[in-house]
């Protein structure tokens, strides 16, 4: 099980779209190097109000491509690192993949995902209606499309055509939620 990583995406200041780059390295325990969200605690401006001493659970933000097929088809334009995603896929069921999820991106780099990523309203401000087409209800209560973050476990360079492999954890597997 496995796909491919279509593009790769970075910001050093709080924007609400990352350019995209021709790599980005990842940095053990940190996030994405140079990024404005890498770091050993929340980054995040609502989140550190809230509480600056939060461990970050969000240092790299993944977002499968389809999701951008599927808007297409909704009358919505979007581009890889316009979510404010650091790393674009394709190939790999991101949404459907359990807490602990480890994610070999390249030859080094392995992060772990820890939740979805919540839809904020600044989609809306990108795009007058995109919220929704990201935020559904399904049976078991909120669908949340716009991608999952993960910690970085073990650091490396991360370009657009390098594989994605897909190691589940052992033992029962936990649902995403928001993190």
Do not use: W
């Not at 200041?13 to 996030?31: D, V, W």
């Not at 240092?59 to 499968?64: G, P, R, S």
């Not at 401000?125 to 669908?143: N, T, W, Y």
């Amino acid at each position: 099980m496995g796909g491919a990583v279509t593009a790769v995406s970075s910001n050093g200041t709080y924007s609400f779209t990352k350019p995209n780059r021709e790599s980005i390295t990842l940095l053990a325990g940190l996030g994405v190097e140079g990024d404005v969200h890498a770091g050993t605690t929340v980054k995040h401006r609502f989140r550190m109000a809230k509480d600056p001493s939060q461990v970050n659970l969000r240092q790299v933000h993944l977002m499968h491509e389809e999701l951008f097929d599927e808007l297409r088809e909704s009358g919505f334009t979007v581009a890889a690192g316009e979510l404010g995603e650091n790393v674009t896929t394709r190939g790999v069921d991101l949404l459907g993949l359990p807490v602990g999820t480890l994610l070999r991106l390249g030859d080094e780099a392995v992060v772990e995902i820890t939740g979805l990523r919540n839809p904020c309203a600044q989609i809306d401000d990108f795009q007058k209606g995109l919220l929704k087409q990201v935020v559904g209800r399904g049976e078991d209560g909120g669908v949340y499309k716009s991608g999952v973050m993960s910690v970085v476990r073990e650091g490396g360079v991360v370009r657009p055509g390098d594989p994605v492999e897909v190691e589940l954890p052992v033992g029962p597997h936990r649902p995403l939620r928001i993190v």
